[in-house]
Each structure stands twice: as C-alpha cells, then as structure tokens.
C-alpha cells in the first residue's frame, strides 16, 4: 500500500469524523475572521456616536462570535484527535499483526531499536496526517474562500488582492518551506531509529562494555546519532521560520495594499467610510488562520516517511500464508497419528540455499524422539518446519497426510506446542505468564501444572503466590525457574504434540538435570520432539535423530 492509499482509506474510513472536525474547524476560522471584521465596524461605526440602537446588530455579532470561536475551536480539536486517535488505535492493531506474520523467523536482533522506533515515534507520527495535514488545510481552503469571497463583494479590486496574498501565503511560502525541510524531515525517522538502536544496543550490552573499556567508545557513537538527529531537526525548524516570515510578510503586504484600495475607494465615494475597517482587520485574522500551514508543508514529509516505515511492517507478507483451503474439520491427532516430514527442502526465506536437504521422518503418537547434532546443523531449523514456522521449499510435513499448509493456524497450535531456549517472560505477574499459555486457566489448572513443573512449593512459599510479579525479562526469577515457568506455560497449553527445543541450554548442569527430569515425567503421555545436546536426555528417549551438514538421519 502506498502513501497516497493509505491517507485516501483513512478519509474514507473515517470521513463522519473528519466532516465534523472540518466542520468545526470552519466556524472556528471563520468567527475569528467574523469577530475581527465586525469589530473593525462596530469601533468604527461608534465613533460616528450613532443611536446605541443602531449599533445592537454589531455588539451581539462580536459576542455571538467571540463565544461560537471558543466553543468551536474546542469541538475541532475534540473531533479531530478523536479521528487520529481511533486511526493510531488501528494502525497498532495492524502493526502487531504484520509483526506476527514475519516473527516466527524471529526478530532481527540488530534491527529491534529500528522496531522499536517504528512501533513508537513513526506510529506517532502518523497522526499529524490528520492534525497537521488534512484538517488545517481543508480548514485554511474553505475559510479563505469565504473571506476572498466576502471582500470581493465589498470591494472586488480587493478581493483580487486578498487573492494573490492567500495565494502566496497558503501555497508559495507553504511549498518554499516544503523544499527546505524535505530532505531533513524525511530523515528524521530513519536518524530516529539509528538513535534507538544504539541507545539499546549500549543499554543491553554495557556491562560487557564496562568491562571491556569500550563503554566510551559507544557513547560516542550515540552522541554522533544524537547530533545528526538534531541537525537534521534544526534544518526542518529553519524551514518553518522561513514559511512563518513569508507568510508574515505576505499578510502584512497585503493588508496595507487593502487600506490603499479602501481608502481610494473612500475618497472615491464607492465605499462608506466605515468598511474600511473592515477591509483592514479581515486579512489580518485570516492570516493567522493560514499562519500553521509552514508547519504543515514541514511536516508532509515527516508524515510520509513515517507511513511508509510504519506499512513496511504493517504490510509484511507472511512466512506461512493461511491456507486456501483449509482441512480443519479432517485434522485431529489421534492414538494413531503421524507427523510426518516427506522429501523436505528446509530454509528460511532470504536466505538462499536451504539448510536442510532431502529430510524425510516420521515421528508417531506418544513417541519421544531426540533431535540432536552440532550448533549450526539446522536443528532448530527443523523444529520450525515442523511448527510450521517456515514451510518447505520442497516437500511436504503433514500430519496424517494432510499437508499443514492446509491447516489452519488456531487448529495446528491447538495441536503442536512449543517450549524454547530462551523463555520469555513477561513482565506481569506468575499467574499472568501462566496463562499466556491458556487465558481462561482457573486456580486449580495453575496450580496442577505448577505441581508438574516442580514449581507449586516455591510459588506457595513467595508472599504474593500467584500475583508476584516476575520483572522485566524475568529478571526477579532464576534461570531454572524461568525455564520451569515456560514448561508449565507449555503444558499448559495442553497440546498433544510438543517441540522442546534446548529448553535446559543456558542452565547449570544440577538445574538441567531437574528440569529434564520434570519435563521427562510431564510429557510421558504426549507426543515430543526434542531437540538436545544431553546424553541423559538422548538415552532415555524413544529414537535419535541426527542433523549434520544438511541431512537428517537416524
């Protein structure tokens, strides 16, 4: 989708919204126009000291004005950031769909401050298409119509003038300041991101960097993407103060080129003396109506590249397409299932070559199988093809002979469960980490696979029990405990068929062994592949698979 799409959908979608807000927007403008022309008459008209009668008419437009520019302009930023809000609620919501497409291949590590700027700054961003692009335009068009139209019908030969002057105000110092912050506004979000990345590359990592002296050197790094970010956002303020001082000097030349014209016109006899006033106030407020859009020419290009970084991920295709036709009334693990990989070419997509060649395997229900082999080998490559994380560029991995691409994703997680190496815990409380793994789990569910993970006597014993918050990464957890929790998530889940892969690698080998052991005891009745380096895993396990140079074996 381009940007032109996205911004045309968003109008679209929500044009009730919009109209309102430009409604608004409308009579705010103009009753600040309105207040200043009517006053402009009324100070000049008292000064002829007519009946107070006369001057009835001008004193309740000036209130009614006054008070309908108040109630206004609060009803148009009402309106308008209710409009953007509902759109950034639902760009986020298709943001974290594209990343649930491309994450099964896991997210790039290197790339997770560009994400994080993305998901946060762009996402932001993207809101000044309707705050500071659409609505101030459409606002400044219409009201500038009016106006030019008004003043047209007092004085036409001033209405011409007031023309070129919002002609040269609303679009030439406007497109003046677009091509000075173009190049530096469509930066940002990239400079943004280059900034994001090393402020959390230099979080995550600096004890490694402490330790190793290099902690300088980085923050020398972060301190050079800092200043390009300002420079770049120093070039796009200088724009606006050249828009702003164009478009002063716009209304200010326009103004005075009107109070000629009225005055001729005075000395003339073709205009009563009292609206020249008029003539004089009606530009100045109707600059100021159109003084913002420097800002909006600045911000064009800002709105742009943020719509686009923010699509890119929004709008990923996905590793595994959902099927087009779907098997999910036929697919069912049963005492008698098999799954299966047929004659499989293995990789991931952007790789080139596959990393496994030619995999044939069958794994049966309530079998136990080890996956085992050198890092590298494709191990885990294998366990997401059987996830379908990635599918085969050849081949087929089925289950029952139903190839999983025609499963639906809900059925085949309902199925097949994972537990990883590196468990992920949230940053919430044990029972709501627990449940990731099935929301609606009551207390006694929790506590059966607590029990079964080895886990209930240390949760009993903590003085919150269920509600104790783990930390950020789980850092107020141990390693065990962390790889603990994830089984009992894992279980859960309660899938027949589970994928472990090194769910012991990063612990001690004491810890390892009980982990094994619980998850040896918890699976007995599931079907399991598991990928692992330990002898004491492998020797009691039902079969040995063996992944080396791009082959699997037996």
């Not at 002296?213 to 724009?239: D, I, N, P, Q, T």
């Not at 930390?471 to 107020?476: I, R």
Request: glycine fraction near 10%; aromatic fraction near 4%.
């Amino acid at each position: 989708m381009t940007v032109a799409q996205f911004t045309v959908g968003v109008v679209r979608q929500h044009r009730a919204g919009l109209s309102r807000a430009l409604l608004l927007g409308f009579v705010a403008a103009a009753c600040a126009v309105g207040l200043a022309a009517t006053s402009g008459w009324l100070i000049s008209k008292a000064a002829l000291r007519p009946p107070i009668l006369s001057l009835e008419v001008g004193i309740a437009a000036v209130q009614a004005f006054g008070l309908g520019r108040a109630v206004a302009r609060y009803g148009e930023r009402l309106a308008g950031h209710d409009v953007a809000l509902r759109m950034l609620a639902e760009l986020r919501v298709r943001v974290y769909r594209g990343l649930e497409r491309i994450a099964s291949a896991g997210l790039p590590e290197r790339d997770r401050g560009d994400l994080l700027s993305r998901l946060v700054a762009d996402v932001d961003a993207v809101q000044d298409l309707i705050l500071r692009i659409l609505l101030p335009v459409a606002v400044a068009v219409t009201v500038c119509g009016a106006a030019v139209g008004f003043v047209t019908a007092v004085l036409p030969p001033a209405g011409a003038v007031l023309a070129l002057g919002v002609l040269g105000a609303g679009a030439l110092a406007p497109w003046i300041s677009h091509l000075i912050a173009r190049r530096a506004e469509g930066r940002l979000g990239a400079e943004r991101a280059v900034l994001t990345s090393a402020i959390v590359d230099l979080y995550e990592g600096m004890p490694e960097l402490v330790a190793c002296g290099a902690a300088a050197g980085r923050l020398g790094a972060v301190g050079e993407a800092e200043r390009r970010l300002l420079r770049a956002e120093r070039r796009g303020a200088r724009a606006v103060g050249v828009g702003s001082a164009l478009t002063a000097l716009f209304g200010g030349l326009t103004t005075v080129a009107m109070a000629w014209l009225g005055l001729s016109a005075v000395r003339a006899g073709r205009m009563d003396g009292v609206m020249l006033a008029v003539l004089v106030l009606t530009p100045l407020a109707l600059f100021e109506a159109i003084s913002t859009l420097p800002e909006t020419a600045r911000a064009i290009p800002r709105v742009r590249s943020a719509v686009r970084r923010v699509l890119e991920v929004a709008d990923s295709s996905p590793l595994t397409p959902d099927p087009a036709q779907a098997d999910e009334a036929e697919v069912a693990w049963t005492p008698d299932s098999v799954l299966a990989i047929r004659n499989a070419d293995i990789g991931w997509p952007g790789s080139g070559l596959p990393v496994l060649h030619g995999v044939d395997l069958e794994v049966h229900a309530g079998q136990r199988v080890a996956v085992t082999g050198p890092s590298g080998s494709g191990k885990s490559t294998l366990a997401a093809a059987l996830l379908r994380f990635v599918d085969p560029t050849a081949g087929t991995v089925t289950i029952d002979g139903i190839d999983l691409r025609r499963v639906p994703e809900p059925r085949l997680r309902s199925l097949i469960g994972w537990c990883g190496q590196d468990a992920h815990l949230f940053d919430t409380t044990l029972r709501e980490n627990l449940r990731v793994g099935c929301p609606g789990a009551d207390e006694e569910r929790l506590w059966s696979v607590l029990r079964t993970a080895g886990l209930a006597d240390w949760v009993a014993s903590l003085p919150n029990g269920l509600d104790t918050a783990v930390g950020v990464l789980g850092d107020a957890v141990s390693g065990g405990e962390r790889q603990r929790l994830a089984l009992a998530r894992t279980l859960l889940a309660d899938t027949p068929v589970l994928i472990l892969d090194e769910p012991t690698a990063h612990l001690d080998p004491a810890t390892a062994a009980a982990v094994s052991a619980d998850l040896l005891a918890a699976t007995a009745d599931r079907t399991v592949v598991w990928i692992t380096h330990r002898p004491e895993v492998v020797g009691v396990l039902d079969a040995v698979l063996t992944v080396d140079r791009g082959r699997v074996s037996s």
